[in-house]
């Protein structure tokens, strides 16, 4: 069929409401570039403006739905290969700080997932010593991007907030315009709580990874099966 041809099928396509794939697959593989050339000055009726609008949303839709699929496959298959890396990490090493760090994740941390949102690794406590050991265990065996460390403080009337940034921050070796207050709650009875009682508060680390959760998550099955 002579290129002229070609156009005139195609401008009568067009008009009858064909999406640019559509007249592809009836014409034959006609570069884009080509039918937009030849398309470009033609007038549509109200009827095809709807018809073309309808079927450029449902295709939309149709490739988001597709890419969604393609993600969501991909992302299972990651987390597959995650999980099995923190499994062998845990049975091929006999670091202890590994069994250490492992174990603390495993007393101390947030195991379950949050929804709709990355999967992360959140390790709480008070303990300063217990806090060098996690953030030591979690940079030799995670190889974690810096600026993805996040710190919050948990403080109470008797903190002061810069200083328990500050303190936090030299422990852990986060910068300080990482860490935000969660909370500040007043002491309920001085009996019960004494007034120097966790004068920097309690602090959360979070590290932003789906990678990572999921290789915790291998080790710590490992170490469940010992």
């Known amino acids: ?80 290969i995650a999980f099995e890396e923190g499994k062998k990490m845990l049975l091929s090493n006999n670091d202890k700080l590994l069994f250490v760090g492992v174990s603390l994740f495993w007393a101390e941390g947030t195991k379950a997932k949050q929804e709709n949102r990355t999967p992360d690794l959140r390790f709480t406590n008070s303990d300063k010593k217990m806090i060098c050991i996690f953030m ?31 303190y936090w921050s030299r422990i852990t070796k986060i910068s300080k315009d990482k860490f935000y207050i969660i909370d500040q709650k007043p002491i309920s009875s001085k009996n019960k709580r004494p007034r120097n009682s966790l004068p920097y508060g309690t602090i959360t680390i979070r590290y932003v990874s789906r990678y990572a959760y999921y290789k915790m998550l291998g080790a710590i099955g490992s170490l469940s099966s010992f």
């Open 136 to 166: 030591k265990f979690l940079r030799k065996y995670f190889k974690i991007h810096e600026q993805k460390l996040k710190a919050s403080i948990q403080i109470h009337e008797n903190c002061d907030r810069q200083k328990s940034i500050k």
């Open 1 to 80: 069929m002579s290129s002229n041809l070609l156009k005139k099928k195609a401008i009568s396509l067009r008009k009858r409401g064909f999406l640019y794939s559509e007249i592809q697959r009836k014409i034959g593989d006609i570069p884009k570039a080509t039918l937009c050339y030849w398309l470009k000055d033609i007038s549509y009726s109200d009827e095809v403006l709807k018809i073309l609008e309808k079927k450029n949303r449902d295709s939309s839709l149709k490739n988001i739905k597709l890419f969604n699929r393609k993600r969501s496959s991909g992302v299972k298959k990651d987390n597959v």
